[in-house]
């Protein structure tokens, strides 16, 4: 079974530029997740979409960052324009949601640098 | 407001010894606990979980046990292995919400 996958693995920036982020998740997971990991910290819920509906968007900052789930399978991530506290690894994940265990698998992250 | 805290940053352990990593949570609303390993430039995988109806959930080597009355749960890897090195997250989530929410993480080194 093929993971959840993420392009590119690695984004260098200037401040005031865009950005965007690719996750397809793994096939049939209905809840795709995406995720801020801070150096040192734990992952972060930015945004989750049930299908192509985004059902917890609270912790999205919506003045710079978008996030988009067409056709409820693939998703982009966003930021525009990238600021210097934005460098951080961007993680995105899915799930089944009738599975039964919460569990969220992982895809292996965006890290980016914003100079 | 850290809601799920790991209070030590890193632990160091002979191989063949026991690892125990500690998990604390302030929100009584989580019932079900997760336990994620992350290695260096991969995203986390799961490794255990539980739910607030047990006190205990074993898988091979790895133990998960919660204390409800302290909010408090612990990861047991008995015996520790040179490839268990790597960050564990403890997380916690509101079953029906689904939502998940990570602690900072424990860096764990396994000493061969």
């Known amino acids: 079974e093929a993971g959840v996958v993420q392009s590119p693995r690695y984004k260098i920036i200037e401040k005031k530029q865009p950005v965007a982020f690719w996750c397809n998740p793994i096939s049939g997971h209905n809840t795709l997740y995406w995720y801020r990991q801070n150096l040192g910290q734990g992952p972060e819920l930015l945004i989750r979409?049930?299908?192509?509906?985004?059902?917890?968007d609270s912790q999205l900052p919506k003045d710079r960052f978008s996030a988009e789930r067409l056709k409820g399978v693939d998703s982009t991530l966003k930021i525009q324009p990238a600021e210097l506290g934005d460098s951080a690894v961007y993680l995105c994940?899915?799930?089944?949601?009738?599975?039964?265990?919460?569990?969220?698998?992982f895809g292996p992250g965006t890290r980016l640098t914003v100079l | 407001d850290q809601q799920v805290k790991q209070n030590s940053p890193s632990l160091s352990v002979q191989e063949g010894r026991i690892s125990i990593l500690n998990c604390d949570y302030t929100n009584s609303m989580f019932d079900y606990f997760l336990w994620y390993k992350k290695y260096p430039a991969e995203g986390p995988t799961f490794l255990i979980s539980?739910?607030?109806?047990?006190d205990k959930n074993e898988d091979g080597r790895f133990t998960v046990f919660l204390n409800k009355s302290a909010k408090h749960l612990s990861l047991h890897i008995v015996p520790s292995q040179p490839g268990d090195s790597a960050v564990y997250f403890c997380?916690?989530?509101?079953?029906?919400?689904?939502?998940?929410?990570f602690g900072t993480g424990t860096k764990l080194q396994v000493i061969p």
């Open positions: 539980i739910s607030s109806i047990k």
């Open positions: 997380a916690a989530s509101d079953w029906g919400y689904q939502k998940v929410t």
């Open positions: 979409y049930e299908n192509e509906e985004a059902v917890d």
């Open positions: 994940a899915s799930s089944f949601k009738t599975s039964g265990t919460n569990e969220q698998f």
